[in-house]
Structure formats: structure tokens, C-alpha cells
């Protein structure tokens, strides 16, 4: 199983970007895909998830109405839409992979802790200027 993580670069406070994730080894319809991020100095943690059937999605308070999490079953990849970006958005974003074959609906706290993903891509850097 490998994820690539791509679509970082640098951005305006206030501007977008589109990060995506291509899977392989795994249809992305039948799996848990989750985007994490971690600031220097700062522990990595929970952006959104997506559940199989993209009817469930899930989001930090911190980018909830500002960021938006989807999938492309054809493409086999993962995106998420960051829109009005912040300064405190900055750091490398990293997609994972929960290895579970289409999981049933759990408490939202299993899709926001990282021990939950099993697979992990190797991350790309966003950096929004103020």
C-alpha cells in the first residue's frame, strides 16, 4: 500500500490550494482516508476524514467551513480543498489510510486519532504567508 501526498507549495493568507492523495494497493471507495498535518515543534495532528461512501466526513474545529475533504473512485485519490487559508494553517500535510475493509460507522473520535491509520504517505509542506 502506498499513498502520495502532493499540492503543497506557498500561499497568501487568505488564498486556496488542493492537496491530493493518490492510493495504490487499495480502492479508495473502500477504506477510511484521513489528512493529518504537523507544525514544527508541534505534535501531528487531525484535518478531516472521509468514510467509504463519502456521506460521512469529518473536520477539526480549526478548518471546519474552511476546508473540504473528498475522494475520486476512478482516480483512486483523495483531495482536500483549503480554502481561506491562515498563517496557522502552515505545515506538511500528511494522507493515511485506515486498513480497514469498509469499516462500520464509528464514534467520531476513531477517525481523529492517528493510531487509527495504518498507512501513511510522506507528507507535502504548506507554507501560508501572512
Known amino acids: 500500500v502506498q499513498l502520495q501526498a502532493s499540492g503543497g507549495g506557498l500561499v497568501q493568507a487568505g488564498g486556496s490550494l488542493r492537496l491530493s492523495c493518490a492510493l495504490s494497493?487499495?480502492?479508495?471507495?473502500?477504506?477510511?482516508l484521513g489528512w493529518f498535518r504537523q507544525a514544527p515543534g508541534k505534535e501531528r495532528e487531525f484535518v478531516a476524514a472521509?468514510?467509504?461512501?463519502?456521506?460521512?466526513?469529518y473536520y477539526s474545529d480549526s478548518v471546519k467551513g474552511r476546508f473540504s475533504i473528498s475522494r475520486d473512485n476512478a482516480k483512486d485519490t483523495v483531495y482536500l480543498q483549503m480554502d481561506s487559508l491562515k498563517p496557522e494553517d502552515t505545515a506538511v500535510y500528511f494522507c493515511?489510510?485506515?486498513?480497514?475493509?469498509?469499516?462500520?460507522?464509528?464514534?467520531?473520535?476513531?477517525?481523529?486519532?492517528?493510531?487509527?491509520?495504518?498507512?501513511w504517505g510522506q507528507g507535502t509542506l504548506v507554507t501560508v504567508s501572512s
Open positions: 493515511a489510510l485506515d486498513n480497514l475493509f469498509r469499516p462500520s460507522v464509528r464514534e467520531d473520535n476513531y477517525y481523529r486519532d492517528r493510531r487509527t491509520y495504518d498507512y
Open positions: 494497493g487499495r480502492t479508495v471507495s473502500n477504506y477510511v
Open positions: 472521509i468514510r467509504p461512501g463519502s456521506s460521512n466526513k
